[in-house]
């Protein structure tokens, strides 16, 4: 299955001139999700894996199924402010502004 085929583009959003890459019809497909997981986890299935670290909100939908696929813990990454306890801060670049 050609999994692009279950990814939509939107084109000027959030702002124009960019395309947001929508996964829901993937995620709505049990078939097509499976692949896509499982061609994630291909290039790992002969390493030990300790954890999987994945940026919300997307990040998380195919991170924790990756971390159970691989036998690994699962670390979530959040923006700044939204964990109550102590964290890392780390400022990187969107196609449209920054962020920490």
């Known amino acids: 299955m050609d999994l692009y085929t279950l990814i939509r583009d939107i084109p000027d959003f959030p702002k124009k ?5 929508d996964i829901t ?7 097509g999700f499976a692949q896509a997981l499982d061609a994630m986890v291909a290039p790992f299935t002969n390493e030990k894996i300790h954890l999987v670290v994945a940026v919300e909100a997307r990040g998380y939908i195919m ?3 990756l971390a159970i696929k691989l036998n690994a813990g699962f670390v979530p990454i959040r923006k700044a402010g939204k964990l109550p ?3 890392h801060g780390v ?3 969107l196609e449209y502004g920054s962020d920490t």
Do not use: E, M, R, V
């Open 91 to 93: 400022k990187y670049l």
């Open 85 to 87: 306890f102590d964290t």
């Open 63 to 65: 991170g924790a199924p």
């Open 17 to 21: 001139g960019i395309t947001y890459k």
């Open 25 to 31: 019809p993937l995620l709505k497909d049990n078939l």
